[in-house]
Nanobody, 123 residues
């Protein structure tokens, strides 16, 4: 069973940066499409970014394009989300997700979810 553990969340001022990490265990990480979703209070969970198993292709929500960067290190079984130019509207719980093979932007496409890490951006 694949386990995903996020870290790196916290409180940051608007315009600041954070890097989230997600450590995977229990599976062959290099075979998994990985991604990040987020959920703000009172809102639906939304797609943020994803990356193919090789790291060769990345996908972003329009709201974070140009500010966030997803990457992975298959040797370390870890996926990252570098978040720059943070805005108060980026405040949410961020979830790491994974699926063997390929996946898209729908939450239901992913088989594995982490517990989430809180990101709070103050204005």
């Amino acid at each position: 069973q694949v386990q995903l553990i996020e870290s790196g969340g916290g409180l940051v001022q608007a315009g600041g940066s954070l890097r989230l990490s997600c450590a995977a265990s229990g599976g062959t990480f290099s075979l998994y499409h990985m991604g990040w979703f987020r959920q703000a209070p009172g809102k639906e969970r939304e797609f943020v970014a994803s990356i193919t198993w090789s790291g060769g292709s990345t996908f972003y929500a329009d709201s974070v394009k140009g500010r966030f960067t997803i990457s992975r290190d298959n040797a370390k079984n870890t996926v990252y989300l570098q978040m720059n130019s943070l805005r108060p509207e980026d405040t949410a719980v961020y979830y790491c997700v994974g699926k063997r093979g390929l996946a898209g932007t729908r939450a239901t496409a992913y088989d594995y979810w982490g517990q989430g890490t809180q990101v709070t951006v103050s204005s």
